[in-house]
């Protein structure tokens, strides 16, 4: 892996080269074995938190734990494609439009002993950007190659603090173009519906059950993408003990061992289906 700036990495992806990095600042790695149609990411995959934060922050290293989505980088990474942050969504929130990508508040608590200082804002918000040019850069070279690409949008969710039964995995297609992709939707949750967990965890698939799909990483993509159907695939966090901050590493490998057959599966028959 080497680390790059951020234009270093936009001119390897328009030159087609293959390569691993990590942002010179750290704030996300990228890897690229091949310029296949389809894109894996796990942008809530970090935990960094900046040093010059910490003081400041009510929230407790736990408390950060608990709403990002560790291991979601580890269940796709042997795909060709993979972008996933390194730093924690309490910084800023990749899935968030710049403009509501730091935190005043988190879920429901006051985030900062005092108001984040603008310079401290501004360094978190110029990652972010970053980021984005990237996966511009990314997702249109993808797509200019192939006519058409798929991205899986790869989250978790704390199934635990439902008060209803929920299922393993949740899709979010409220912002994505069921009419023309409904089928494609429908073979991914159908596969993931089929893959089996250890320790007697079921595993179920359902759309939008628990989460939409609204979160600005896909519809940046919708938006400036009309050939790239994005899957914001959410696995509910069966893969670790929410309250303890226990990962169950067994569950972890079982997942990426069927994404590693199911997903390449699924996007190969998307694209032979919608490149014709």
């Given at each position: 892996m080497e680390r790059l700036s951020v234009d270093s990495i936009i001119h390897k992806?328009?030159?087609?080269?293959?390569?691993?990095?990590?942002?010179?600042?750290?704030?996300?790695?990228?890897?690229?074995?091949?310029?296949v149609p389809y894109i894996c990411a796990a942008i809530h995959d970090g935990h960094q938190f900046r040093k010059e934060l910490w003081d400041n922050c009510l929230h407790t290293e736990y408390d950060r734990w608990y709403e990002e989505d560790p291991e979601t980088k580890n269940m796709i990474a042997s795909h060709p494609i993979v972008i996933a942050g390194c730093d924690s969504r309490f910084e800023y929130d990749l899935n968030r439009s710049?403009?509501?990508?730091?935190?005043?508040?988190?879920w429901g608590k006051q985030l900062w002993k005092n108001p984040l200082p603008e310079a401290q804002k501004q360094k978190s918000l110029a990652k972010h950007k970053a980021f984005y040019k990237v996966v511009h850069t990314l997702v249109?070279?993808?797509?200019?190659?192939?006519?058409i690409a798929i991205v899986y949008d790869m989250h978790s969710y704390n199934w635990q603090r439902w008060d209803r039964e929920v299922p393993t995995w949740n899709l979010g297609t409220s912002n994505v173009d069921n009419n023309r992709f409904g089928e494609d939707i429908e073979a991914w949750r159908q596969s993931l519906s089929e893959i089996k967990l250890p320790n007697n965890i079921k595993s179920t698939a359902l759309v939008n059950n628990t989460f939409f799909g609204n979160g600005y990483f896909l519809k940046f993509i919708t938006n400036n993408f009309k050939n790239?159907?994005?899957?914001?695939?959410?696995?509910?966090?069966?893969?670790?003990?929410?309250?303890e901050q226990v990962n169950f590493p067994e569950v972890v490998n079982s997942v990426e061992k069927q994404?590693?057959?199911?997903?390449?599966k699924h996007a190969k028959a998307f694209i032979e289906k919608h490149s014709k």
């Open positions: 992806i328009k030159q087609q080269q293959t390569f691993h990095a990590v942002a010179d600042d750290y704030s996300f790695t990228i890897k690229i074995d091949d310029y710049p403009e509501e990508a730091v935190f005043e508040t988190a249109k070279t993808i797509e200019t190659k192939h006519k790239t159907l994005v899957l914001a695939t959410e696995i509910a966090k069966v893969y670790c003990d929410e309250y994404l590693r057959e199911r997903l390449p």
